[in-house]
């Protein structure tokens, strides 16, 4: 098999000799490390279909066998041929010929029909489980974003593993070894330096090309992904670059990286193709070798053809053991975060479970403490709190206090270190991920509005909500007068991101979506952001009546404004409860609250309030 007919998996480009993995565009981080026994991780999935793999490799060794005996037979058909000898001697050639041209174009695809049903079975099994722990992973201290992004191309890590380098290398060897023991039924010094010309090109070309990519991947690689970085800087920070006159700079370091990525590139290209070079120069001096060996030991002349040119044409079976080497060293990162994932512990429940019951919505944290980073302060310490269904409990403090991370522990989507939060009496970690909306859901930070319609994003709060419902929500919101201006109504398309929206109709189109799902403990985190005061507390007043009776709310807000007819109001500072109470008797005592309260009061309504 030549390089240029290796497995290559449909719809992907054949990777040339110094090629490396590309990081994500935007991804600033450098490749991982590869990772012992990551190959091994990815390889224990393959198991069930282990006898579809072996069958493939078999097939694969059957077509490169097929190729190589074409060669030598019909290299002897055409040397017995100019001797004209009688017709029925060269028969059994003839026949020969035509059934391997055949039967080699049978092997390949049925190699690759049976290789590409075990390796696609076995990815979905891997996809699953990735899937499976990103889900249950759930905590934001790593970018589970990143890992999403990523998951395509990595999981692809494990399928070319198996397909460009397994299913081919396993062959390569296989009708290396074949060639060798035929080659010494006709010649065994021939076949000696036969084995020695397929000892270079399998084992130790492959261990140069390696090394060669491992130096590229390692070099190039972090320059690549600092590059992608550059892009994303430049295209998304372009605005605030040339205000403060930085474009210049900013664009000769991507060029001055670009460059130096470039000349890396050549240098590794070249090299890279030296040792391809090298591997043709290895099958032509053991061709030669061969011959010569072969003449002394006073060989047929007409073998003696048969074995230059089926050395020639094993060396190039062997030296598909190059690529796969490439390809092996390619694969090293990607393989190293799926083993990476499979290897993670399973979700704390399992999915056959029962499903817990939840008794109710009453919400209740219990001495929780959230720790980002190991050593760092806690961002939530010995945290306790009762949320009873229908209370209404807003949680303010500077920034940095830790409210988003109270929302975020309570919405599932951090889990604590220590202590339980609980809702409905189970821990919000065992309800099933598909479950929780149904009891505790709301308005995170940075909601996320998606490239669609008004409507489109709405209904992602209640799929079969109607049109008086939506109506009913982004009025509360806010948005209704906006959105029966827009000629499209409820079609206008937000924009990526809702990028065609200003800052404020954004919160009030993902405010609106919140209400519109209406889960009985309704989370709010920041639902006026970007609103000036008096907008903030018309959708604070609106949003609060939209909510029906029963349903809890917790609200995190740095505006004090608007919280009078709360139940409790909670102060964090650095992750702790340092005040506790409602509006007016927490306006009446000294400390944050009613400092931050007069603050604010003088700030937005323009004379200092005195009293409360
Ligand atoms: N994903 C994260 N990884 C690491 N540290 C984090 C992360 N999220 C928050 N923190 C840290 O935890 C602490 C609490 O952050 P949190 O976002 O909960 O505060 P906040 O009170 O909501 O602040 P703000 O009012 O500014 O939004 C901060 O010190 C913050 O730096």
New binding site residues.
């Given amino acids: 098999m030549t390089a240029a007919d290796g497995v290559t998996p449909v719809g992907r480009e054949p990777v040339g000799p110094t090629a490396v993995p590309v990081p994500p565009s935007g991804s600033p981080e450098p490749p991982a490390p590869a990772r012992p026994g990551a190959e091994r991780a990815v390889l224990r999935l393959a198991r069930p279909y282990l006898s579809r793999l072996l069958g493939a490799g078999l097939l694969a060794a059957a077509t490169e066998f097929a190729g190589l005996a074409l060669m030598a037979t019909a290299t002897w058909l055409l040397m017995s041929a100019a001797g004209r000898p009688p017709l029925d001697r060269l028969t059994v050639a003839i026949v020969a010929v035509r059934a391997l041209a055949v039967s080699r174009g049978v092997f390949r695809y049925t190699e690759r029909f049976a290789g590409h049903d075990a390796v696609l079975r076995m990815i979905t099994d891997v996809r699953a489980r990735v899937f499976a722990t990103l889900a249950a992973r759930r905590e934001?201290?790593r970018r589970t974003g990143d890992a999403l992004s990523r998951l395509v191309s990595d999981v692809e890590a494990a399928q070319d593993l198996l397909l460009r380098v397994l299913v081919p290398g396993a062959a390569a060897a296989l009708v290396s070894v074949l060639a060798v023991g035929v080659a010494a039924l006709i010649s065994p010094p021939a076949a000696g330096v036969l084995a020695l010309g397929l000892l270079v090109a399998g084992v130790a070309l492959p261990a140069l090309a390696a090394r060669i990519t491992r130096r590229a991947a390692d070099e190039v690689a972090p320059l690549r992904g600092a590059l992608a970085v550059d892009a994303v800087d430049l295209t998304h920070g372009a605005a605030d670059l040339a205000a403060f006159g930085a474009t210049g700079a900013a664009l000769a370091a991507a060029d001055e990286r670009a460059g130096r990525l470039a000349r890396l590139e050549r240098r590794l290209a070249a090299t890279g193709f030296a040792v391809d070079a090298l591997g043709v120069l290895v099958a032509g001096l053991t061709a030669a070798a061969v011959v010569v060996v072969a003449l002394r030991a006073e060989v047929g002349g007409v073998l003696v053809g048969v074995l230059a040119v089926g050395s020639l044409a094993a060396v190039e079976v062997a030296l598909a053991l190059v690529a796969a080497a490439r390809q092996r060293t390619q694969l090293r990162a990607g393989l190293a975060r799926v083993a990476d994932l499979l290897t993670e512990p399973g979700p704390a429940t399992p999915p056959d479970a029962p499903e817990p019951t939840v008794d109710g919505h009453d919400v209740r944290f219990a001495d929780v403490t959230?720790r980002?980073?190991a050593g760092?302060?806690p961002?939530?310490a010995g945290f306790d709190l009762d949320l009873p269904a229908g209370r209404r409990v807003a949680v303010v403090?500077?920034?940095?206090?830790?409210?988003?991370?109270?929302?975020?522990v309570l919405t599932g989507a951090?889990r604590p270190d220590t202590g339980r939060v609980t809702a409905g009496g189970v821990p919000v970690s065992e309800i099933p991920a598909e479950h929780l909306p149904r009891v505790v859901g709301g308005l995170l930070?940075e909601a996320y509005v998606f490239h669609a319609t008004v409507k489109e994003n709405l209904l992602l709060g209640r799929p079969d909500a109607t049109e008086a419902d939506l109506t009913a929500a982004t009025r509360a919101a806010g948005l209704l007068d906006w959105v029966r201006e827009q000629p499209d109504g409820w079609d206008t398309v937000v924009g990526e991101q809702g990028g065609q929206l200003s800052g404020g109709q954004r919160q009030r189109l993902a405010l609106a979506r919140a209400l519109l799902a209406a889960p009985p403990v309704l989370v709010l985190?920041?639902p006026t952001e970007g609103l000036d005061p008096a907008a903030a507390d018309a959708v604070l007043d609106s949003t609060l009546a939209a909510t029906p009776a029963g349903h809890s709310v917790l609200l995190?807000s740095?505006r004090l404004s608007g919280l009078a007819g709360f139940d409790e109001i909670v102060v964090?500072e650095g992750?702790r409860m340092v005040q506790r109470g409602r509006h007016d008797e927490l306006v009446a005592r000294p400390g944050w609250y009613r400092e931050q309260w007069l603050r604010q009061e003088a700030a937005e309504r323009g004379y200092l309030a005195i009293t409360p």
């Fill in positions: 934001t201290g959230v980002y980073r760092a302060a961002a939530l403090g500077p920034s940095g206090a830790g409210k988003s991370t109270l929302a975020a951090v930070a985190d920041e995190i740095h964090l992750g």
